[in-house]
């Protein structure tokens, strides 16, 4: 593995390629590294100046003084994997490759560039960021090799003069993006650590970075821009590890939509895959999504305020100075999915001797204009955040000028230090730099938008419990250990549809369905003795590897009664010959009709990204007419598949609901940690589990498998799959 | 009707109250509107000083040296009838009262001084803004009768150098908010006109100041904050004449959760009253529901940039030079409910000759930074504009520097004068202020936030719809005329709650549910007899106003053939007795069951604020689980009730379903059309009807009434109705 570490902290830095011209990339790039106060030495490497923006140009990285750490590459694409070549040769093992013309372009030629500059950075183990990297900024070394205007020195300064504690770092595929978050947090008081442009991720991808910066422990929050993931399970890992190490990933995922799908495919070598599948990943491992600059922005701002201080839950205390402002923030509040609950009477008295007649204490806690200018807003904040039914406070204040908040000042510094509960602060005027210097100072995140107040707080809330519940040891233990050997034999033994038929036996040895319900008969006589022998009317469904949708085919019968089971088994079959003429059929599956519940679908599908993802749905209209389903990765323990059922909007359904008595939601979790399993065992053999639908009966009932399928994965031939 | 021009628009105002002490608000007020060159005349009028900041002061509004229009009140709560009454006296046509202390403090004195003070301005006629108004500003007239800081000259110039076309006023009924939209906007280049807040409306409400600057014509859009609406039939009056005149209203209903609610109803004097009626009353007159500061800037930016030049569809052609940024920017349109359709073949073709290898005319399409520097922003958004596939674009820009769009600048007002379809900027960088300038002097709206951005043309094309649909003449022909004198006899005959058997023949007066199903028995014998003679199983249910809720008591029986209709009709009446053993029951009702088809929930609810809205919900699960039903006054005519339909999130249920024809939605629309006539017509007297199910069969098979209920509205006690 390459030391990225030579990449972000180089000693010497070589740029290949800069010129004296600053109107052109090749003369901004050194322009806007030399206008920083960069510690070590930068080296302009030109085949055709001997000087280069005053500084002494050197022909060729062999020819340097001392070898460089890092070369900075702004050559033509063409050139690019000889220098790099050179570069390997003369002993520098990192480079930033800002040239594009590589798998971006349509045409194989820029591709098989790519996995030249590829080999190359393999063969000397050196760290390669790009190629089509708009570079990085390593703020804390005050070391920028980007053409990016936001890094001009004349843009601002690097760090602003009393940032927020903490530090934040972005990765970003796209260079303009990825910059910008820089920019646009300007005003906010963010420290900045890195900010690293990936562009093709040719040799390190973001997930590379991320894992070198979380080694590295200094960044406390980080901004992600991906258009891809290259290597999917790299991803998870270090995904896992910020959230071992509660660094939260706050990500933009673009590309989410079929129009944005389209337009990354055409822009970068990138596939943006399905977002669904995303969705799952970054929910099952923590991974916040944010989806636009001012909501990431807002985010940061909340967790690098609040470091360890996240809030409990999701009661908040609201106080304002203004009742219509804090009408809104409650208002917000709600929208966002917090609670604002009335106050405790305790609390009440303690804030009720503060307030003119015309305040309030009940939450919003209305302290009044008066009551804050003679208490202050801490004072108030405090008061509330005692009550033991608040998680945290939402301090609603006008922040465009500073001299009361200066007044303040001490009793805000006093909170932010004692203060257990997170306390996030509105102003609903435009607040001045000073105001937002003081209370940033004082260790409050200021935001200006009520929503983006009341979703970060929702978001941290949220963040907290799921690392709790993640980290906290899977629940395993109660499900019988399957017969791993039985199931891997009948599955490999098995065409590459298993219908009901053969599917049942298989998920029978994960415990799955319990004995198999029904018998395979051959003749309507067979047929007619089966129905009869059972206790409740029966199903009929004809079995066959080349009708996997038996209801659309008519080769389903429903409550048949002993009576008809004769005319159901001819009338099926009849049905099922002429949808398939050339089926090879099995025979047909007498089975007792489920006793009544509520309807779900589970199954499992193979994302070419991410493998085997558990999907849970509930009721058929609720999925077909809302799409309300939920995906996760697998396996999946008792706590991940009792979260997977709470995300589903319908859930209220499986409650006590129109009278019915609260489903077996018990048994519903058991079968899809079994289910997972099982799909975990197999990741890369099967392609598609369907159990639709599973009937969910009355708490201590149980739940009846209905329906099952199971298609194998097929070998696809190469060619196919680089499209996919 | 007291004159609000002489409020707004007077000559010479007088400050009783003011004061030299500038920290204190009474001086504050006076000095805020001295700092700005207002052209009328100004007496500071004060019982203790003969000057006051320099000016002569007055003993009194009697002692003027000429009458004053307008008197600006701010002197303590108990003296301000007192003072109104001189004003009245003294020929004073208006004031704005910025006192507190009355009906929005606890207990009842200052109630009934807010009595007083509405009775003495009736009788002088006198235009009133206030009590607890924080004043108004009339930036036209730089006049600022308001302590607002945001107001002061320091805080910068009232109107921008180069304002975006058009004016927007702000008319609130929070003081600190409403001066709030003015100075977050800074930076927007908007030009405001009018700023009012209005605090306790005692005398003139929000919709006297709209329906007043909607005369005056001057103001484009409309930025309003309630807490609640005083009069609602005036709020609808003003806000279809806003609609007809194209003239958006953008409004911030604050207090729509429980929490807000408590919140308005504890710190002014208004009732927040049920979002669910507010956004159904916002909905069917084209109000624009704003949601926070940011959001709300942004629809004013965009409505006033494009004037009339509202997209004819949801069809947005984007285009970027930073590949990744247009990716984010189609993600944030489809997220908005556009659409980014792939480009026609002419203009691509017609794109294509100017891009780069590594560019795409798609759509998005991505000019590259390399074509954008040849060609300009304005000529890519021409030739994407040209599509007969878009009705809009979104030009993606990094306004970090002026240089270059000033070069592009010609092109850009060409583009902005001639372009038929809206054009709206999305920079991913910070702008600068010279950015903004330029791009909104030649007519466009600059954006920072791609989703508020892509929610503001979203936001036009909805009113360019409605409005269109709305200002259409309304389609009621089809409906037979209802036999209102029946319908008025049988409903005044009848007990306060009309079961099914009542309900029926009064809904049959207005054509709903055709000739009544089924028949009333007394005797299991009759049961059996009515039973056997119908196609179809029966249902049977007890009649009595004392159980309005059958289902839940047991007092219904379905799916009964012939044979069981004996003991079925038992076992009702059994059930009915048990349940509520006083009860008057009128009957057996034996009806055919109603074949198949979606179920769909009707009914009339009478708000205490906006009278009877008609209500549709879809499904039972979708309506229990999700609360996803639609709301609109009435009556609707078919577009309206077709359109309120449409809002339903699982509307997909009733087109082709899950194998099933698509439902008989004109038949339910007519139903619905039927059903608002009818509560219109009785919208004092019914508080409530439920047509719950109705089933939609087939398309051509029309709607089956199962079950049928109106509740009369009981005149309630006065005290009761107070707090209602």
Redesign the interface.
């Known amino acids: 593995m390459p030391d990225i570490a030579k990449l972000l902290w180089p000693k010497t830095v070589a740029v290949v390629g800069a010129s004296s011209d600053t109107k052109g990339l090749r003369g901004r790039i050194l322009e806007v590294m030399l206008s920083h106060p960069y510690a070590g030495t930068i080296y302009p490497v030109s085949r055709s100046a001997t000087e280069v923006q005053g500084r002494k140009a050197y022909c060729s990285v062999a020819e340097l003084p001392g070898p460089a750490d890092l070369a900075v590459l702004i050559i033509p694409a063409e050139f690019v994997v000889e220098e790099l070549e050179r570069c390997g040769r003369a002993g520098v093992k990192a480079a930033v490759i800002l040239s594009?013309?590589f798998a971006?372009?349509?045409?194989e030629a820029g591709t098989r560039m790519q996995e030249a500059l590829r080999a190359t950075a393999a063969r000397y183990d050196m760290a390669v960021c790009g190629p089509n990297s708009e570079g990085f900024a390593n703020i804390a070394a005050a070391l920028c090799p980007t053409f990016s205007?936001?890094m001009d020195v004349s843009?601002g300064p690097l760090l602003p003069k009393r940032p927020l504690g903490g530090q934040v770092s972005v990765i970003?595929?796209?260079?303009?993006?990825g910059f910008?978050f820089f920019?646009?947090a300007?005003g906010r008081n963010l420290a900045f650590r890195h900010i690293v442009t990936t562009g093709n991720e040719a040799v390190l991808e973001t997930s590379d970075f991320l894992d070198a910066m979380l080694d590295e422990g200094k960044t406390d929050v980080y901004l992600l821009?991906l258009?891809d993931v290259k290597t999917p399970a790299k991803f998870r890992r270090a995904a896992d590890k910020a959230l071992k190490a509660g660094k939260p990933l706050i990500v933009?995922k673009?590309?989410?939509?079929?129009?944005?799908r389209?337009?990354?495919a055409?822009?970068?070598a990138a596939l943006a895959g399905s977002h669904a599948a995303y969705r799952a990943i970054f929910q099952h491992h923590g991974v916040i999504e944010g989806?636009?600059?001012?909501e990431m922005i807002d985010l940061a701002v909340g967790f690098l305020a609040c470091g360890k201080k996240l809030p409990a839950g999701k009661r908040m205390g609201?106080c304002t100075s203004?009742?219509?402002?804090?009408?809104?923030m409650?208002?917000?509040?709600?929208?966002a999915g917090l609670?604002?609950?009335?106050l405790d009477d305790a609390t009440r008295k303690a804030i009720d001797v503060h307030l003119p007649?015309?305040g309030?204490s009940?939450?919003?806690v209305?302290s009044t204009a008066q009551g804050v200018h003679k208490l202050g807003y801490a004072e108030f904040a405090r008061l509330v955040g005692q009550s033991p039914l608040v998680d945290g406070v939402m301090v609603v204040v006008?922040a465009?000028?500073s001299a009361f908040l200066e007044n303040d000042l001490p009793k805000l510094q006093a909170l932010g230090r004692d203060s257990k509960k997170p306390v996030f602060m509105w102003t609903?005027?435009?607040p001045s730099d000073r105001s937002v210097e003081i209370l940033n100072e004082a260790g409050y995140p200021l935001f200006?938008?009520?929503?983006?107040c009341a979703r970060t707080m929702r978001a941290m809330a949220d963040y907290r419990a799921l690392r709790e519940r993640l980290l906290r040891p899977a629940e395993m233990h109660s499900i019988p250990a399957p017969d791993r050997a039985a199931a891997r034999a009948m599955l490999a033994a098995a065409a590459p549809v298993l219908c009901e038929w053969h599917a049942r036996p298989v998920l029978a040895a994960y415990g799955i369905g319990g004995n198999t319900a029904g018998q395979l008969v051959h003749s309507a006589a067979e047929a007619e003795a089966t129905a009869r022998a059972m206790a409740r009317p029966a199903a009929l469904k004809v079995q066959s590897a080349d009708i996997p949708h038996k209801t659309?085919a008519g080769a389903v019968a429903l409550n048949i009664s002993g009576d008809g089971a004769r005319a159901a088994y001819e009338r099926v079959l009849a049905a099922a010959k002429r949808h398939a003429p050339h089926a090879r059929i099995d025979g047909v599956l007498v089975q007792p009709m489920a006793p009544p519940g509520r309807e779900v679908i589970l199954g499992v599908n193979r994302d070419p990204n991410w493998g085997p993802l558990l999907m849970v749905g509930l009721?058929?209209?609720?999925v077909?007419?809302?799409g309300d389903v939920a995906l996760a990765p697998v396996p999946l323990d008792h706590a991940g598949a009792r979260a997977l059922l709470g995300r589903l909007?319908?859930?209220?359904?499986l409650g006590a609901?129109?009278?019915a008595p609260p489903a077996d939601t018990d048994a519903l979790v058991e079968l899809m940690v079994q289910l997972s399993l099982f799909a975990a065992d197999y990741a890369d053999e099967i392609a598609e589990i369907d159990l639709n639908p599973v009937i969910v009966h009355a708490k201590g009932q149980g739940v009846s498998l209905v329906d099952a399928l199971i298609v194998k994965q097929q070998p696809r031939p190469a060619q196919h799959r680089a499209a996919e």
Chains 1, 2 share one sequence.
């Open positions: 594009s013309g971006e372009e349509p045409g205007p936001a843009a970003s595929q796209s260079g303009g993006l910008a920019d646009r300007r821009l258009e933009a673009i590309g989410q939509t079929e129009p944005g389209r337009a990354v055409s822009h970068t989806r636009d600059f001012d609201v203004s009742g219509g402002a804090g009408v809104w409650a208002d917000a509040c709600v929208r609670e604002v609950p009335m007649s015309y309030t009940q939450n919003p209305d006008t465009r000028r609903y005027t435009l200006t938008g009520a929503l983006g659309e009721g058929g209209v609720l077909e007419a809302l909007k319908g859930a209220a359904v609901f129109r009278g």
